[in-house]
């Protein structure tokens, strides 16, 4: 199994550009969830999703975040339009209802 | 919000020596997880261990977990220098949806 497969690795934006991250999660995992890392608020779960279903948003910061899950091996998370404070690094983690499988993460700049 | 708070925010020992790293966290519990972060990577899965549970191993690892304190511990023994990491727990909240809240993290330095 490749594991959680996120993509890309690095993205750098402009401030009101659009950014769409990706994740490809584990076979047979039915959990798959967002986080954002920085260092003033450390791990932060924005989303996730069971079967499919958006279970809790709760943790999206606001109405420029969007994420989507149109089946069980892909899921994107959108951020429009992009700004500064958005930079940090967006982890995908899937699971079976047991420990989480993280994929390496994207590191987004907007500058 | 729920939050494990872990305990030192930095650490830094020889190798050889035995890592111990403290969470606490503020409300009830069903399970409770550990977590490492090398440095620019994703976190990995350590040990679980579940609130009907008060100590749990594996290889090097032992976690204790104590409810009647909201507190648990995550003890590395003879650490190596590829144990340099960070290291977080995560809690769920008991309300029957799974999801866990991580903590601050602890930063482990072991020195060759």
């Known amino acids: 199994d490749a594991g959680v497969i996120q993509s890309p690795r690095h993205e750098v934006t402009e401030m009101g550009q659009e950014v769409t991250l990706r994740c490809k999660p584990i076979?047979?995992?039915?959990?798959l969830f967002w986080y954002r890392q920085t260092m003033m608020r450390g791990l932060e779960l924005l989303i996730y999703?069971?079967?499919?279903?958006?279970?809790?948003d709760s943790g999206m910061p606001e109405d420029r975040f969007s994420a989507k899950m149109p089946n069980a091996s892909f899921s994107t998370l959108k951020i429009q339009p992009s700004e500064p404070r958005d930079s940090a690094v967006y982890f995908c983690?899937?699971?079976?209802?047991?420990?989480?499988?993280f994929g390496s993460g994207t590191r987004l700049t907007v500058v | 919000s729920q939050q494990g708070e872990e305990d030192p925010q930095a650490l830094s020992i020889q190798e050889g020596e035995n890592a111990t790293m403290n969470c606490s966290y503020k409300?009830?519990?069903?399970?409770l997880q550990w977590y490492r972060q090398n440095s620019g990577r994703g976190l990995v899965h350590l040990i679980l261990?579940?609130?009907?549970?008060r100590e749990k191993h594996s290889g090097r690892l032992r976690v204790t977990l104590d409810t009647s304190k909201k507190s648990s511990s995550l003890l590395i023994t003879a650490s190596r220098a590829a144990d340099t990491a960070s290291y977080f727990c995560?809690?769920?909240?008991?309300?029957?949806?799974?999801?866990?809240?991580f903590g601050t993290g602890t930063r482990l330095k072991v020195l060759a």
């Open positions: 983690a899937s699971s079976r209802g047991d420990g989480y499988t």
């Open positions: 076979s047979g995992h039915d959990y």
């Open positions: 999703f069971n079967n499919n279903v958006p279970i809790d």
């Open positions: 409300t009830s519990i069903n399970n």
């Open positions: 261990i579940r609130s009907n549970e």
């Open positions: 995560a809690t769920d909240a008991r309300t029957g949806t799974y999801k866990y809240i």
